[in-house]
């Protein structure tokens, strides 16, 4: 995919910018994914045949390209169609971002590689694997930008992975006294729930000072992100008095979806001083167009299981600037972070049939991310009209994703009003999509009202893949048409008489372990 042109100017660290085997981290959690070419796709070979498995080379990290002779053809609705033929259709199947999909194409490469496995467990671990993952590995630098080489890229089980292994060496460095009690981590409030528990476990029990940016939402621009993200920097760093040692920056939030001005905030941290920046990028892989160069972090991290057409398991974090702990020579370093024993690494395998799979679309995955992005606001949009309510971001803030508010009259009012809408229209309208309780205004704003002036508190987060079609987002809209129509409102919902978890918690009627235990978007 055509990738923005690398630059020097946010960046601080420009040795990594020529040493390609210096010392940043790229992890990918499951399924990599590569650069699509004008012709044909990518260099890898795919599908993988005992026979074709090569040894590895010396590094691991430099297994060679094979070429391919041909193009494929332009995939045709009927092809897209048998590829998706495991999904149930019978349901409105617009909620992409959570789970991603996977075809079958893809998934049959999957078993191969399974099959292959099964067959000899001492040949594939010792000669197929390695190899194997170097393909992928090779795929997911091209993904992600001109110039990064295989050995910055780890591939690990998911975003929540990689976002641990930050954390870590976080918590190192304060517990090795290169960092001092109070200094500061900063994070989106917006943050994903695994990637804030990873910090409060590792960094703030290591003495950390954890410091939120509140995300205004609805939002209206780029801008209105940065200058939030630059007065909470400015509290992070408390008149210079604290030293600010990690940012992380999600690229795209995960609820509500937002696509975040990445570089912008990068380049701010840079001028502010902040030792180290880390970009959850879950989302983004498969969304808009990455050049890790060009966004200037320090670890940027990305699943390929949502947006990238490969099984679940995920895709790894990008380490650009100077020498840390996990910093290791390439393969002991992928090593260090990508091994985690025997287990099942098929996920990882197939990373080059995702991207022979997305190779078959017009424009590669560059043409299946803009007009996922064209069709997710044109569908928003006329969810919005239908409902008299808004976009929760303007279009240039959405990728494949936006958020699009649901009439006030609903009364959502809660988390768990929320889910029990989510689950009302699986069960009743079969509809998949996530709701978001909007419990924060924007500060000194009142919150913004539908056409009848009614508060909107609660938004669906729709998604538009390839195997979406207007019908299902034609259901979603009858569905939330007849609430209205019947009058519903959530206080329907609610267990009359009932405690919720909040309440026998107080009542100490609970195990503590459940006190942590929430339901998390994707
Ligand atoms: C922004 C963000 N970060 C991290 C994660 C966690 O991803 P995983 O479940 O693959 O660990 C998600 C999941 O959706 C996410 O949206």
């Known amino acids: 995919m055509p990738l923005p042109v690398a630059s020097s100017t946010l960046t601080r660290r420009p040795s990594s910018k020529t040493s390609p085997s210096s010392d940043r981290l790229l992890a990918i959690s499951a399924s990599p994914h590569s650069v699509l070419r004008p012709e044909n796709t990518h260099p890898m070979a795919s599908a993988p045949h005992a026979d074709q498995v090569t040894p590895e080379p010396e590094s691991g990290d430099t297994a060679a390209p094979a070429k391919r002779p041909r193009a494929p053809p332009i995939i045709t609705e009927v092809e897209i169609r048998t590829e998706f033929a495991h999904h149930d259709g019978a349901v409105s199947r617009i909620n992409n971002g959570t789970f991603g999909c996977c075809p079958a194409s893809v998934l049959a490469s999957r078993s191969r590689w399974q099959r292959l496995f099964l ?13 194997g993952l170097a393909r992928s590995r090779a795929a997911v630098a091209l993904a992600v930008g001109a110039g990064v080489d295989p050995s910055e890229v780890s591939l690990v089980d998911n975003a929540t992975t990689a976002a641990a292994i930050v954390m ?50 609805p939002v209206a621009s780029p801008s209105a992100v940065a200058a939030e993200f630059r007065a909470a920097l400015a509290v992070a760093k408390d008149g210079g008095r604290r030293a600010v040692r990690l940012a992380v920056i999600d690229h795209i939030t995960s609820m509500p979806s937002v696509l975040i001005p990445v570089k912008e905030l990068v380049a701010i941290c840079r001028e502010e001083g902040v030792d180290k920046v880390f970009v959850d990028a879950a989302h983004a892989i498969g969304q808009v167009p990455i050049d890790v160069r060009d966004i200037g972090a320090d670890f940027y991290t990305s699943n390929l299981h949502k947006w990238f057409f490969c099984p679940s398991r995920g895709l790894p974090p990008h380490p650009q600037g100077r020498p840390h702990r996990l910093a290791a020579p390439p393969p002991r370093r992928v090593q260090r972070s990508a091994w985690i024993g025997v287990r099942d690494y098929s996920a990882q395998l197939v990373v080059p049939d995702a991207v022979d799979f997305m190779a078959r679309f017009e424009g590669g995955i560059e043409g ?39 009439p006030g009259c609903l009364g959502i009012d809660s988390d768990e009003d929320a889910m029990r809408v989510r689950d009302m229209l699986r069960n009743d309208f079969k509809v998949e999509v996530p709701i978001f309780h909007n419990s924060r205004g924007v500060e000194g704003k009142e919150m913004d009202k539908d056409a009848k002036g009614d508060e909107v508190t609660g938004y669906v987060r729709i998604s538009h893949q390839v195997y979406n079609v207007r019908e299902e987002y034609e259901v979603l809209r009858d569905a939330v048409n007849k609430l209205v129509l019947d009058g519903f409102t959530c206080a329907k919902l609610r267990p009359s008489g009932k405690c919720g978890t909040a309440d026998l918690l107080l009542l100490g009627l609970l195990p503590k372990p459940y006190a942590s235990i929430t339901l998390h978007e994707g």
């Open 368 to 406: 299946i991310s803009r007009r996922n992005h064209d069709k997710v606001v044109e569908m928003g949009m006329m969810l919005a009209e239908a409902w008299g309510t808004f976009l929760g971001a303007p279009p240039e803030m959405c990728g494949s994703m936006a958020m699009i508010g649901l």
């Open 168 to 217: 870590q060496h976080v918590a190192w460095s304060f517990a090795e006294g290169r960092f001092s009690r109070g200094d500061a981590v900063l994070m989106l409030h917006y943050t994903y729930s695994s990637v804030k528990k990873s910090i409060h476990a590792y960094a703030a029990r290591a003495g950390a000072t954890v410091v939120e940016v509140p995300l205004p939402f």
């Open 119 to 131: 067959s000899q467990l001492d040949a594939f671990y010792f000669c197929s694997l390695q190899p």
